[in-house]
């Protein structure tokens, strides 16, 4: 069966860079859309960045030139390193995977658990 497994979360002052991980298991990781979406406190869940393949990529205007989405297939591994962190970044965040077209806005099949980011001023 399809796992996710996030990590890579802590609290971080403003300015500060994070990244985080989430290692994939269960399905063909190459080929299938990824992403990393988050739910802040009080917050609806929202995308952050999708990647198919290995470049073709989306990011969210919030977090566009601050974060960079990446894979390496051979790891089986999504990354989100995450620069210029802000207090508003602060959030779960969670991997996903579905099939077929990739964008913020589809409806994903497979989540993990979760990671927790905390930015302090």
């Known amino acids: 069966h399809v796992q996710l497994v996030e990590s890579g979360g802590r609290s971080v002052q403003a300015g500060g860079s994070l990244k985080l991980s989430c290692t994939a298991s269960g399905y063909t990781f190459d080929y299938y859309c990824m992403g990393w979406f988050r739910q802040g406190p009080e917050k609806e869940l929202e995308g952050v960045a999708t990647?198919?393949?290995?470049?073709?990529?989306s990011y969210a205007d919030s977090v566009k030139g601050r974060f960079n989405i990446s894979k390496d297939n051979s790891k089986n591994t999504l990354y989100l390193q995450m620069n210029n962190l802000k207090p508003e970044d602060t959030a779960m965040y969670y991997c996903?995977?579905?099939?077929?077209?990739?964008?913020?806005?589809?409806?994903?099949?497979?989540w993990g658990q979760g990671t927790q980011v905390t930015v302090s001023t």
């Open positions: 990647i198919v393949g290995t470049k073709i990529t």
């Open positions: 996903a995977v579905r099939g077929g077209y990739c964008g913020l806005y589809f409806f994903f099949d497979y």
